[in-house]
């Protein structure tokens, strides 16, 4: 046994078999321990040695094979995912394994078979193992995908045709072919045209060996059943091949029918053909055409539900007597979301209304007419012989509710609470509130038994790339934190430094003069805030490391960034009472941070703040005094394509506060906004919000940046910040409107989903400047920085949440800035601005929902204009809801 062991070790496949075919059953088995060491020992070798795993595995494969008298054991052995690389010959194995009882082998063939096609079992060992033993062939993914590949494999001697011809299992394969659960690994196998597969089985049918109605039904069944994105393009066009014949297609209506409602609009394109022929041929009745165009008008592409509008109209052109069951059918479009569709339908049923004797059918139509659009509601009503619609109640808008805040949760009352919460957010970067909750316990434990919370965090700091030494037996952390690093700590880098300096890891002298100097490359105006939170880390982590703080001072009261006044106080008399040294950074975020809107509550935390006798008390009290922060002169200003926005320099944060927070104040510029920053990082904008929760222009401000790429460039994620900045505090300015402006413009959707809320809620608040956005936008869009069809489908979100008057009003100062260029582009060019079209239908539908009247500028030029296009449709649609006579 020590010579098969031996064979194996040296890689002799052959030899190793020749052994073991001397061998017992039993000898066999007893080597199956020293087998499966081997192969653990080759499984955990150096990915650099590659040749020991391509020696060994071939000749374990083989080894391990021959020597499970299990069927089961055999197959998972064979097919072990550390072998698939370096698989033995499949003729070898199949020798090793011949001397097994037919049966065995047939058991081997079904597992191996049943496993994954992922698994990559060669599909020559699966079929030889069926040949010999001769069982049926297991018609699973894994083999069929095999076959499919073993007949692509040689096209030099053979066609495709030939090759199918001869396999003795063709017709149990081809329908195996139709149950594959996944045809994305063989799919462009299949390719296209005269040579490929659906060509080739098409001529078996005609040949007749493959029966012509069974793979026509597979077809059919297939494309019921859907699948992967790639499926149709495969049996689609494997059943235009079969060439149905008029009678094979009416055999199949109930399918058709069906593809129509559920399929992909490939598939469904294809069943509105045949449906359409056969009705044309008098081949469905008016029940089945009824049933058919409802499961068609049901669709959102407006060519299938077009072509099905064109359809009905000529079947009634010839039947009159079937509009009963065909014009309800046609009412359903009354409900689409786009009103040339409702008006096609209209007019279908305006045409043929006189015809409907039934009163049920009648009555159906009348209730779906309740759907149309107001304009079209009074014709429909005229065609009906309806009375006119009672007149609307008042329109009331219909506004999300006001986000409420909430109050964070006080620390963590134990170190092992603090330490689950910290493991938690260093694994997912949790929100504000769970990051601030997590800071503040660290100072509080810290202060109280430095060496429990060691204790306590233990399990989290065990996972930490800062508690294990390099190669060299180095952290090298100074030059990760340490001043010279380059970049600024985000939350998830600042809470790993406090972390490390609380172990020791840290010098103080490094956290000093990281405290002091930023990196040396850092000029990016735009991202100040990065600074400031690197900075409240950094003295953190110092004072940890060196004179432990009881609380800090700087923790919110609410989840947006908010601290408030007394709570403030408070803190500060604690500090007093204890004698500790109040930090520098510390101090200055939570005089940023405290609540100074409330008049009553701010005067009253000043006194109490100025008789607490210290400086910080006195400080806080002159701020609180001093009314609330006033907003920084802004002014938009262009660059490129861009409209961006400049801010003067904001005197408050002056020579009192620390260097990294006077950045905060000062003059903001085009040039600061463009520069490239490597250090940006999209997950900070939440702290950047928190940092200055009353004077969001001046997060806003540098953000108008950011969401301008999210617009113009490939720039995903940036607008989930907005929702939160609209949640903020303090005046909603021109930064912020802006920064909305280009959010309902981003290219990625759900980057538009973020700023409709961050617009809903603005409204809500009452804080929306529906002209000044309106405004912006349409001087984006006519600087090509935001694009129609994405601000159209933006507006269509919002306003489908009720808020049809806000957003009127928008679009209201947006479009003349649009149909002016329209206007002055000439009739000759009615595509001046494309996706106009779709933003007037959105502005046509709040208008009317919202019962808006007056005069829109030069409206009338754009609604006079000849033709039918969506934009000339829409422009009267919208004149007509305004109350305007459109000039003829």
Not at 154 to 172: G, I, Q
Not at 537 to 552: G, K, M, N, S, V
Not at 856 to 863: N, T
């Amino acid at each position: 046994m020590s010579a098969v062991l031996e064979a194996v070790r040296t890689g002799r496949t052959g030899e190793a078999a020749l052994l073991l075919r001397r061998l017992s059953d039993a000898e066999r088995r007893a080597l199956l321990p020293e087998l499966k060491r081997l192969r653990k020992e080759v499984r955990e070798l150096p990915w650099d040695r590659r040749d020991g795993r391509e020696r060994m595995y071939p000749a374990l494969q083989v080894a391990g094979a021959m020597c499970h008298s299990g069927a089961a054991a055999a197959a998972t052995w064979i097919a072990g995912a550390d072998m698939r690389w370096w698989q033995a010959p499949v003729e070898t194995l199949l020798r090793a394994l011949a001397d097994r009882d037919a049966g065995w082998q047939a058991d081997v063939a079904r597992r191996l078979a049943a496993r994954p096609d992922s698994a990559d079992v060669p599909f020559a060992l699966m079929a030889g193992l069926v040949r010999r033993s001769g069982c049926e062939v297991p018609v699973t993914d894994a083999y069929v995908a095999g076959w499919i590949r073993d007949v692509c494999r040689d096209w030099a001697h053979m066609t495709l045709v030939e090759r199918l011809r001869a396999d003795p299992d063709l017709a149990v394969l081809v329908n195996g072919l139709f149950e594959l659960a996944d045809l994305s690994g063989v799919r462009w196998l299949f390719g296209d045209g005269p040579g490929s597969w659906q060509s080739a089985i098409a001529e078996l049918t005609r040949t007749g060996e493959l029966d012509r109605r069974a793979v026509a039904d597979a077809c059919v069944a297939r494309l019921l059943r859907g699948g992967g994105p790639s499926d149709h393009r495969v049996f689609l066009p494997m059943l235009l091949r079969l060439a149905l014949t008029r009678e094979e297609e009416r055999e199949r209506v109930a399918d058709w029918t069906a593809l129509a409602r559920d399929a992909v609009s490939p598939v469904a394109a294809h069943a509105q053909a045949v449906l359409s022929a056969l009705a044309l041929d008098g081949g469905l009745t008016a029940r089945q055409l009824a049933e058919a165009s409802e499961a068609l008008l049901f669709r959102t592409e407006k060519k299938l539900v077009r072509a099905q509008l064109v359809l009905l109209g000529k079947v009634l052109a010839g039947e009159p007597a079937a509009a009963a069951q065909l014009l309800p059918a046609a009412a359903q479009v009354f409900g689409h979301e786009d009103t040339q569709m409702q008006e096609r339908a209209l007019k279908l049923v305006e045409r043929h209304a006189k015809r409907l004797d039934d009163p049920a059918a009648r009555s159906g139509i009348a209730d779906a007419a309740e759907r149309l659009s107001p304009g079209l509601r009074i014709r429909a009503a005229g065609a009906l012989g309806l009375a006119p619609a009672p007149v609307a109640e008042v329109y009331e808008e219909a506004l999300p509710p006001v986000p409420e805040p909430f109050r964070l949760a006080p620390a963590p009352q134990s170190a092992v609470e603090l330490a689950e919460e910290i493991g938690v957010l260093l694994a997912s970067e949790g929100d504000v509130a769970a990051f601030e909750r997590a800071l503040d316990g660290l100072a509080r434990h810290a202060y109280r038994d430095r060496d429990a919370l060691r204790a306590a965090l233990e399990p989290v700091a065990a996972t930490r790339w800062w508690l294990r030494p390099d190669a060299d037996g180095e952290r090298h952390l100074e030059d990760r934190f340490g001043p010279g690093r380059r970049g600024l700590l985000d939350a998830a880098g600042g809470l790993e430094l406090v972390l490390a300096a609380l172990y020791g890891l840290v010098s103080p002298a490094t956290l000093l003069a990281g405290l002091h100097r930023g990196p040396a490359d850092h000029d990016c105006a735009r991202h100040a805030f990065s600074r400031v939170l690197d900075v409240r880390f950094r003295e953190l982590a110092h004072r940890i490391r060196t004179d432990p703080q009881p609380l800090l001072l700087a923790t919110p009261s609410w989840n947006t960034g908010l601290l408030e006044p007394d709570e403030l106080v408070d803190r500060l008399d604690g500090y007093r009472r204890l004698g500790a040294r109040v930090g520098e950074v510390d101090f200055a975020q939570a005089l940023l941070r405290v609540r100074r809107g409330d008049r009553a509550a701010a005067l009253a935390a000043a006194r109490r703040a100025a008789g607490l006798g210290t400086p910080e008390g006195d400080r806080l009290a002159r701020l609180l005094s001093a009314g609330t922060p006033a907003l920084p002169g802004v002014h938009p200003r262009t660059s490129g394509p861009r409209v961006l926005v400049e801010s003067a320099e904001v005197p408050e944060l002056g020579t009192d506060f620390p260097e990294a927070f006077r950045r905060l104040g000062r003059p903001f510029t085009v040039s600061d906004a463009v520069r490239y920053c490597y250090h940006w990082v999209q997950e900070s904008h939440r702290h950047w919000l928190a940092t200055l929760p009353e004077q969001r222009e001046l997060v806003a401000v540098r953000l108008v940046q950011d969401f301008a790429e999210a617009a113009m460039d490939d720039l995903r994620g940036v607008a989930a910040a907005l929702p939160l900045l609209a949640e903020s505090g303090g005046t909603a300015g021109e930064s912020t409107h802006l920064c909305v402006a280009y959010g309902l413009g981003a290219r990625h959707a759900e980057d538009r989903l973020a700023a409709v809320d961050a617009l809903l809620v603005l409204a809500a608040r009452g804080q929306l400047d529906a002209e000044r956005l309106g405004a912006d936008l349409g001087r984006l869009v006519r600087r090509g920085a935001v694009k129609p069809l994405r601000l159209a489908e933006s507006a269509r979100t919002a306003a489908a949440t009720g808020a049809n008057a806000t957003i009127w009003e928008m679009l209201r100062h947006a479009l003349p800035v649009l149909l002016a260029d329209l206007a002055t582009a000439g009739a000759a060019t009615p595509g001046a601005v494309r996706g106009l079209g779709e933003l007037l239908s959105v502005a046509a539908e709040c208008a009317e929902r919202s019962g808006a009247r007056g005069a829109l500028p030069h409206l009338s030029q754009a609604a006079a204009r000849r033709g039918t296009s969506r934009l000339v449709v829409q422009a009267r649609r919208l004149s007509d809801a305004l109350g305007m006579a459109a000039a003829a």
